[in-house]
């Protein structure tokens, strides 16, 4: 397997969107995180924001939008560290600015999250495990 998630270091997130229960980070050198599963975005003070979060009041007049709190706090940040944990299957990717999107694997049977990867697709399986796919080349 060709796993090195220190590859993302460098980049910055471009764009976060929101496809119903389908989340997609797209990232500046062209590759992408895709996720239906739980995500949230930590700081030195806790948590920022989740995929939970999204759409929901908490007592204010408006629901927060997931993709604008996520966009603001990382916009001109880069990629300072990418870490996969085998155990868990969760992948944290640490940018600048102290702050850190955490991809959560909950499940021992569901596949977690996706990382399309330069020329490769990485899917987390449930338990954690990795599973690497050759991505097409498109012309």
């Not at 229960?21 to 030195?44: H, Q, Y």
């Not at 929901?56 to 990382?74: C, K, R």
């Not at 001109?76 to 600015?97: K, M, Q, V, W």
């Amino acid at each position: 397997m060709n796993f090195d998630p220190t590859e993302l270091v460098g980049q910055s997130l471009t764009l976060v969107r929101n496809e119903g229960t389908s989340w997609s980070f797209l990232l500046s050198g062209g590759d992408a995180i895709f996720t239906e599963e739980p995500w949230r975005v930590v700081t030195l003070q806790g948590i920022l924001i989740s995929s939970m979060d999204d759409q929901e009041h908490f007592g204010q007049s408006s629901p927060i939008d997931a993709e604008e709190v996520v966009t603001a706090a990382l916009q001109g940040e880069s990629i300072t560290l990418a870490t996969y944990d085998a155990r868990t299957g969760d992948l944290g990717i640490h940018f600048s600015g102290d702050r850190v999107v955490q991809f959560l694997q909950l499940s021992s049977g569901y596949e977690s999250w996706r990382l399309h990867l330069h020329d490769s697709e990485f899917i987390c399986l449930g338990g954690g495990a990795l599973a690497e796919f050759p991505r097409a080349k498109t012309t």
